[in-house]
């Protein structure tokens, strides 16, 4: 029996019996409705172009329904247009403007296909849910065009004058653009972010832009993700990590044009500091051509080897600060004999590729100089006055987790910290000896905190996820950059992977930690990334025997010839869960992913199996009880008002 007090409440809004049936019956209709179809992507790297497609196109699932409607009817060149049409539509608009080809007919025929593509999608959903991921200006329109059966003479009429006069007036541009842009929102019930939106590729800025679109998306933070989040709020060893990934990779479209970073200052400094300086080993790796800001590669290399340093002396300052850490072996700058040109790693001296550190006193390695530090003030004031970032990151964080169990998924984006044994590892981070799920949620406080109130040393937490060696985010013995940068030694740059990424491989490892995490061992599955998936090389991503998915396909171009494909897509819809196998993208050109069937439902999964059908069936019991409530008296019937 529920409790007095609530129930009077609630009649606040059930005022009446039959407004409690009215919702009771409404609810049971939702709950019996299939599941909508979740979407997983991971390790996106900033690769906008090819993250987009895949996401408007809905991994291929689009063009597989355009097939399903019209392949009997039309040739496959009309089919590819129409696919084109509602994953690019400004583009493809203008092309038919230009070509002379936005004609009546045209203008008419596309509407009424993409109508039949939109009635498709929003099949499984009910007219309110629909309703409500309509573009507000059009929304009587949709839905009269969606719900109309042109079946008879009159109806057909209707339908066709409501096409005709959209067409007359100039409206097709706009509401062909709104009606794509719908037909996108309504393939994606829900969208997963594994993590790592961030580094290597050009434009993480559009592909945040574009999940702004999707209602329903959340995230789970990667270690590239915690580097741009601490930051956004001045972390400064973030800070010169976030430059000198961006500089190796020479994107700076991302840093100037997107976020609006200025770099003035730190350009002039290594043009001057290291003019003579060929910087031989930290030459940019070129993936993409910068569109507004190109850069002469001698001189990104000088900047890339200027943040490196800085980026050295301000780690070796914040290990200082966090004993708990466990890093002192990290320090590097303090373990080169500056006279020698070697360096003391892991008890053993190599000699450097590079000896030449102008700006480090080997008194004192850690010390910036004071050119260095008016530069650290400068590039932090500007990463904290980005309107544009802070906007994004507070979007990320704002639907951004650790870890997520979703309709019996764990989703996480590195792995759970285990030992050889199979056991979970304990991290001790301040406050006493933590493990599996403990950790995590340890983590989330802290992370939380630190975003909320970034005062003191707090977002010191966020360089620890980008590179700790018992970061959940990361899960390696070390971030071998000091030993890419200056060794050519590979054993002294070896990153040694935690256990888990073994262990993960078998069924009872997934099995014991989805029953940590507090998840039914017999029909979830363990969902995660971080680390390419070579598919050429024979691995692949179902793990575990079925019960654990690495999603990590490659999306980012530095992991295409590795990988020998160009991302996964896990799709989750209530008759399935299958994976989908992308091949490289190239813009104008579709290529259906490979999509292979992993797990059949049976029997289909409904609204009333998921999370959010727990969620609808408790509010169902509690309308029932109120039912119950005025039936016998307990709760009075609120009088109607008077119109």
Known sequence: MRDLDYLELLSESFPDKAACRTEIINLNAILGLPKGTEYFFSDIHGEDKAFVHMLRSSSGVIRKKINILFSKFLPETELQELAELIYYPERVLQEKIETGEFTREWQSM????????????????????????????????????????????????????????????????IFITELCNMIHILSIDQLHILGDLFDRGPHPDNVIEEMMKYPDVDFVLGNHDAAWVGASLGNEACIFNVLRTSTRYDN??????????????????????????????????????????????????????????????????????????????????????????????????????DKNFPTVDPKDPLALTREEKAIVELVKTSFLRSKRLQKHIRFFMERGRLYRAVNGNLLYHGCIPMKEDGSFLEVDLGKGPVSGKVFFDDLEKMVSSAYNDPSGNKTDVFWYLWCGPKSPLFGKSKMATFESSFLSEKEAKKEEPNPYYKLIDKKETAEKILSEFGIDPEKGHVIFGHVPVKEKAGESAMKAGGKAFLIDGGIAKAYHEKTGISGYTLIFNSHYLSLAAHESFEEGKEKSPRLEIVEYMNPRIRVADTDLGKKLQKQADDLQELLTAYRDGRVKEKPKKKK
């Open 110 to 173: 596309s509407i009424y296909r993409l109508i039949k593509v939109c009635r498709e999608v929003s099949a499984k959903y009910t007219r309110s849910k629909v309703r409500k991921k309509m573009p507000k200006d059009y929304a009587y329109i949709l839905e009269e065009l969606l719900t109309v059966d042109e079946n008879g003479e009159d109806k057909d009429r209707y339908f066709r004058n409501i096409i005709d006069t959209i067409v007359d007036t100039d409206g097709t541009e």
């Open 252 to 353: 700076f479209d991302i840093l100037q044009d997107g976020y609006g970073i200025n770099l003035r200052a730190l350009t002039l400094f290594a043009e001057n500091v290291y003019r003579d300086d060929p910087c031989e080993y930290f030459k940019p790796t070129i993936l993409d051509e910068n569109e507004y800001d190109s850069v002469d590669p001698l001189l990104v290399a000088r900047m890339q080897k200027a943040c490196a340093v800085i980026q050295m002396k301000l780690e070796g300052q914040l290990i200082r600060r966090h004993p708990e850490y466990g890093m002192d072996d990290r320090i590097a700058l303090e373990k080169i004999d500056y006279e020698k040109g070697t360096v003391l790693i892991g008890g053993k001296t190599y000699e450097l590729l």
